[in-house]
C-alpha cells in the first residue's frame, strides 16, 4: 500500500477577544529552540508560546490573510534550520476571560533560575510600587524585565536566584495592567487591571551543596552523534555533540530529576 508522508504542521482551535488578544493551538509542539516570525509585516505583535499554545496582541477584525513561519531548529549544533510557512486562520470573536495565573515559581529553584510568572493573557506592564519582594525575611527592590506587551513577567533582582535564598513577592491589587485595558468602550477600565486580590507567592532556592553533579564516561563510541540529557519527564536539558570517546560532565542537577 501506499505511505503517507509527514502532515504538514497546522493552526486550529483560533480566537481573539476585544482587547486584541490572539491565540492558536499548533498541530505538534514547538522545540525549546524553535522561533515563529511573521512572513510578511503586520501589526500584529507575536508573544510567547507554551508548547503548542501560540499568542499574539494587537489582533483587529481588519486583521486577514496572515502566514507564518516556522522556524524549526537543528537537533545539534551541526545541523541545519529547516522552515514551515502556515496559514493563520482568522480567529473567532469571543468574550474577553479574567486574567488568570497561570504558572508562578514553585518549590526549590536552581541557583540561577530566573522566576518568571506566567498570566492567561498579556500585560502591557507593571507598577512595582504595588510589588512586594524579600528574600530571606529582608525587602529589595522589585526589578522586573520584559518586552511588553508579554504574557510574562520576570525579576531580574541577583537576590532572587541566590543559592539557599527563600523568596516572597506580594502582588497589591492593581499591580499589573493588562495589554488593551480601555479598548471595548464598554470594558470597566478598573477591571482590567490584576490582581482584584493581595496575591502571595513565595518559594526557594536550593542549597549549592544539595544539588548533584553527573559525569558519563562514554567508551566504544564509533562514530560521531549526539548525547542527549533528559530529566525524569522527556525534556531535554541539553544535548552535546560528540565524535568519539569522552568524558561528559553536568553540574548543578536537581537531586532525581535527571
Request: net charge negative; charged share 20%.
Amino acid at each position: 500500500g501506499n505511505t503517507e508522508g509527514p502532515r504538514a504542521p497546522y493552526l486550529s482551535e483560533a480566537r481573539w477577544d476585544s482587547t486584541g488578544h490572539a491565540s492558536w493551538v499548533l498541530s505538534e509542539p514547538l522545540g525549546a529552540n524553535d522561533s515563529l516570525s511573521w512572513a510578511d509585516s503586520c501589526g500584529v505583535t507575536l508573544l510567547e508560546f507554551d508548547k503548542n499554545r501560540i499568542h499574539a496582541w494587537g489582533w483587529t477584525a481588519e486583521s486577514a490573510a496572515l502566514r507564518l513561519v516556522w522556524h524549526h531548529a537543528p537537533i545539534w549544533a551541526a545541523g541545519e534550520w529547516t522552515t514551515d510557512t502556515m496559514d493563520v486562520p482568522a480567529p473567532r470573536w469571543t468574550p474577553t476571560e479574567a486574567l488568570e495565573l497561570v504558572a508562578k515559581p514553585l518549590g526549590k529553584r536552581l541557583p540561577g533560575e530566573r522566576p518568571t510568572v506566567t498570566w492567561s493573557a498579556p500585560i502591557s506592564g507593571v507598577d512595582t510600587s504595588r510589588m512586594a519582594l524579600r528574600v530571606d525575611s529582608v525587602p529589595v527592590p522589585v526589578l522586573v524585565e520584559s518586552r511588553w506587551p508579554s504574557m510574562r513577567m520576570g525579576l531580574t533582582n541577583e537576590a532572587c536566584v541566590r543559592a539557599g535564598a527563600q523568596v516572597s513577592l506580594t502582588l497589591l491589587p492593581g499591580a499589573l495592567i493588562r495589554a488593551g485595558a480601555g479598548v471595548d468602550p464598554g470594558a470597566d477600565v478598573e477591571a482590567e487591571r490584576f490582581p482584584e486580590d493581595t496575591l502571595e507567592l513565595a518559594w526557594s532556592v536550593q542549597r549549592q551543596d544539595a544539588l548533584s553533579e553527573w559525569i558519563l564516561h562514554l567508551e566504544g563510541a564509533g562514530c560521531a552523534g549526539l548525547v542527549e540529557l533528559t530529566d525524569n519527564q522527556g525534556t531535554r536539558l541539553d544535548a552535546v555533540a560528540v565524535k568519539g570517546d569522552t568524558t561528559l560532565r553536568w553540574t548543578s542537577l536537581s537531586p532525581g530529576k535527571v
